[in-house]
Each structure stands twice: as C-alpha cells, then as structure tokens.
C-alpha cells in the first residue's frame, strides 16, 4: 500500500493516525476523537492495515488480543478437566489404564479414559493450544512493539499544533514568559530526572520511556515459559516415574537406558513415640492410636553396568555408592533425582505348600513359590511333581464366575495346581487360594496345603530429571522484570513550545494522571507559565 508523506517531509507507513515525527493529523484521520489515541503513538498497527492475503489474515487473527484470551481460557479449562482424575502416570503400572479407571471411578472413568483425558497433557491438541498460545504472544508483541519502537525513536521535539491541542493535558500561557521562567523549568524538570532535547527554543521533557516495553517483556517471558513447558514432551528432556522396589530387590532404574541399577537393602519406618519424643505431637500420636511415621528411609545401593551385554545376559555392576534416600533428601546422580513417596508394609512375597496325601496326611515334599516370579515346575522326587497351571496374583471371580486377576500385585493370589504322582500319572487339577481349596474335577486324593507366607516390605521412589526447570525459571523470571518495569514505572512527556508571545504545555502519561498533574504544577510553581488543563479530570468534576 501506498506510503502517506506529512508536510514536514516524513513519510509514514499507511494507516498512520499523525505523523511520527511532527504530530501532525492526517488528514484521513481528521475530525475524529478531540483526545488523540495515544497507545501506539498513532502509528500503523499491520494487523489494521493489510488483510488481502492468507498470510495477512493468520496475523491478524493471532494479532488479536480478544484471540489471545480464548486461548488462555481454553487452555485453562482444559487443564482443569486433567486434574478431576489422575493422570496414567500416577496410576500403578500393573492395571491396563482402561481397566484402571473403569474400576476406580466407574463410568465417569471409562468416558474420561476413552476421550483420552488420562494423558490430557501430552495430547497433540493440547500441546498445540500452548503453541496457538505462544504464537499468539508472539505477534500481539510484533505488531504493536515495532511501530511503538519506531514512533517514539523518531518523535521530534517541536510537535504539530494539532498534535499538542489534542492532547489530554494542554494548556495556553499569553502572559509575558521570560527566558528565567524557562530555565527555572528545566532545572527543575532535570532535578525530576528528565531527559531534555530543545530544538527553536521548544522543549521535549522525557522519562520512564522503558516503562513502555513491560508488557512486551512480559511476553517475552512467557514465551519462553512455554518453550520450557513444551520441551517437557521431548524425550530425556523431562522424566517423572515411579518406581517399587521390594528388600533385596535390584532393579534397573527407568529411562536411564538400563545404565544404572538400584539395590534396596533395607526399608526402614520409624514412629513417633509418647512420652519420648517432642510434646508438640503428643495430640497426633493419641489421635492415631500412635501410629504417626518419624521418618521413613530406603538404604540403597546405587550399581552402573560396565560394558555392554548381549540379549539374555545378566549384566556387570559396579557399585556406585550407598545411600539412604527419606523424604526431601534424594539421591542424586548424573542428572537424576530418586525420591522416596511412598511404601508398602509386609507385601506378599513368597508362599510355601506341601503336597499331602488327604487321607493319612503323609507330606510328600514342599514346594516355595515367588509370587512375582513363579516356576512352571516343581519337582519333589521320587515321581511326586507339581506344575502350575495358572496363576492370579490379585485372584476374583468375573461376572461370568470365572476366576480373573485384577492386577499383577500379588493381594490376594490364587493357583490352579496340576499334582502329579506315581499312582496319579495324569495328574490330579486343584484350585488353592487364600483360605479356600476347589477340586473341580472330583474329588481327588492329593492336596497342596498351605506352609508358610514370606512378606517384604516395599519402597516406591520417584524417578525424576528435569532439563527444562532452568529454561521454566529463566521465563519466569523475565515476566517478573516486564510486571515491575511496567506497573512501578510511567512514561512521562512534556511538551513547552514558545510561538508568537504564547507558550504551550501539552503532556502525555501512560498511567497515573493525577501523579503527572502533581508533577506539573511543582515544576510550574513559581513561574508565570500557567499549569495545564486535564480535560478528562474537568469533564468528571463537572
């Protein structure tokens, strides 16, 4: 589009409300608002002057504010509706997530599962809403910062006529001003920190100029936050897990490409006792029944493989470090973080059964099965065998009554148990769980009867590596600086022009009217330059 050229010889972009040198109005823009519309210095915003191709019209769109805030209120209730329900990564690891849902919170469940809200924040629409949100922010700062820029770095000090009378602050002195009025007026506009140019005996007083760039700091800022949000969703960038591990347990630590391996030796839990420890938690110990935990730790042992291995084969550890990870002291290495949440006391481990005639209750051998890792065979000699058939760690009967696991946690296991003898070649089947024996097929003459139940205690510590906190912290941080620079700083202009035996005071403020009109009349005071007239502040008195 064509360039509009001011009488004074500058040449300003088209959609210019006056002219960024002199002030003057131009004359498409004549006849409008009495106070000029000071926000962008009356330049051209792009997203008001082009719209013809697609390119111009996806900038106007992002450009706008209105735009901007539907995207941030979207996003908003999006996140909400994450939180009714916890995220698949806090849920245990042993349940399908589907299962886990329906079973935990029913149909409410199962609708939120199925549209896909149990990993609402990794989802590609979610992800793309906080990319519309920082492409939003990126050009509302673009198409308002440059021609804000431009405006203010090409002002002069002798303005339009028309560019001072318009202003909300404007005021005519016709009594006489002498050349030691005027320089009262600097010295005291200096005292108060202004920046002075003086062009024919005209004066531009100027302050606070870097106020005006806290909302696009402010933006900055978020930009970059949500640069720090996304990179999250980058693989190694970001890792949150949960890990079990049971005493004497040795497990590879997750997403450390099975470098590192811990060992829990020992899980310790120690309760607050009465009359022995701070009175403070005498009230919380009663209110327990004195089971209020002190402290709860893991004694670990931090292993790394040495070299590689093949497929099948047990890897070589080198003992890192001991360590005793409790709550809000981890263990830290190579980036990682390992945090103790949570434990469980006494968790099934192994159980032990001996194969015994019903009748004359003659014991034939045991047999010790781990719940987490069971044999398919047992051999007892002498031709006596066991086999297990099937196994359900977390043993129920389904709607059809047949038996089911709900988890792979061994809660409440259960077996179905093949018997094997010199007299009982095909093997006699027998369904042993907790407290109850089923011969589904008759009666038979051999059954596993329960020996003995080894627990463990179990340690659940937090897998955590974040790359991105810094990048999250550094946005923060910048967004603080663009608030304080824009809420605690104006940008203050007075105009003084001297022509024909008058003198006119115009002066502009970006906020906090009322401090400028103070400011005005101490630097006026004792001078016979009248104080300037706030048109607004009359109009409200009137």
């Not at 609402?120 to 440059?146: E, Q």
């Not at 004497?248 to 006792?273: H, W």
């Not at 099934?348 to 398919?376: A, R």
Request: proline content about 4%.
């Amino acid at each position: 589009m064509d360039q509009v050229k001011c009488e004074c010889g500058h040449v300003n972009p088209h959609g210019t409300i006056f002219c960024e040198s002199c002030g003057r109005i131009l004359k498409e823009h004549e006849g409008e608002k009495e106070i000029l519309d000071m926000r962008y210095e009356g330049s051209a915003r792009r997203s008001q002057t082009y719209n013809k191709t697609f390119i111009d019209k996806i900038w106007n769109f992002f450009s706008s504010v209105k735009v901007g805030v539907w995207l941030i209120i979207i996003t908003l209730i999006a996140s909400a509706i994450g939180t009714i329900l916890p995220q698949e990564m806090y849920i245990p690891e042993v349940v399908p997530p589907a299962e886990y849902y329906e079973q935990q919170y029913g149909w409410l469940g199962k609708i939120y599962y199925q549209l896909g809200f149990n990993n609402l924040y990794g989802s590609w629409w979610y992800l793309i809403l906080i990319a519309m949100i920082g492409v939003s922010l990126v050009i509302c700062s673009l198409d308002r910062v440059i021609p804000l820029y431009r405006a203010l770095k090409k002002q002069r000090v002798t303005r339009h006529e028309g560019f001072l009378k318009r202003q909300r602050v404007f005021g005519i002195t016709t009594a006489d001003v002498t050349d030691e009025d005027v320089t009262k007026v600097k010295e005291k506009l200096k005292r108060k920190h202004y920046q002075i140019r003086e062009e024919d005996g005209n004066i531009l007083a100027e302050k606070g100029r870097f106020s005006r760039w806290g909302p696009y700091i402010n933006h900055v800022g978020l930009i970059i936050f949500l640069i720090g949000a996304m990179l999250r969703f980058v693989p190694g960038m970001y890792i949150d897990k949960v890990l079990w591990v049971r005493e004497g347990e040795t497990k590879v630590i997750p997403e450390t490409n099975e470098e590192y391996y811990l060992k829990n030796e020992k899980f310790v839990l120690d309760f607050y006792e009465k009359n022995k420890d701070n009175k403070v938690f005498e009230n919380a110990i009663e209110k327990s029944g004195g089971m209020v935990a002190k402290n709860y730790q893991s004694n670990v042992v931090l292993y790394k493989k040495k070299g590689n291995t093949v497929a099948g084969e047990e890897p070589q550890l080198e003992k890192v470090k001991d360590f005793s990870i409790r709550v809000n002291q981890p263990l830290k290495f190579d980036q990682f973080s390992l945090y103790q949440v949570s434990y469980k006391l006494n968790e099934l481990n192994k159980m032990s059964f001996s194969l015994i005639d019903k009748k004359t209750q003659k014991d034939y051998g045991n047999i010790t099965v781990d719940l987490y890792n069971p044999q398919k065979k047992y051999d007892l000699g002498n031709g006596y065998s066991v086999e297990i058939m099937n196994y359900f760690p977390d043993f129920e009967f389904n709607d059809e009554k047949e038996p089911t696991t709900k988890s792979k946690v061994p809660n409440n296991p259960a077996f179905v148990f093949k018997m094997f003898a010199p007299d009982k070649k095909d093997g006699e089947i027998s369904f042993v769980a907790i407290r109850q024996t089923l011969e589904p097929f008759g009666d038979n003459k051999y059954k596993m009867a329960f020996k003995n139940i080894e627990t463990k205690n179990v340690s659940a510590l937090t897998v955590r590596k974040d790359l991105t906190l810094w990048v999250i912290i550094l946005g923060g941080i910048i967004f603080m600086i663009g608030v304080v620079q824009g809420a605690y700083w104006n940008h203050r202009r007075i105009w003084l022009r001297r022509a024909e035996g008058e003198v006119w005071v115009a002066a502009h403020t970006n906020k906090n009217w009322y401090g400028l009109r103070k400011e005005i009349q101490s630097i006026l005071s004792n001078t016979q330059i009248q104080v300037p007239v706030d048109k607004l502040h009359n109009e409200k008195n009137e």
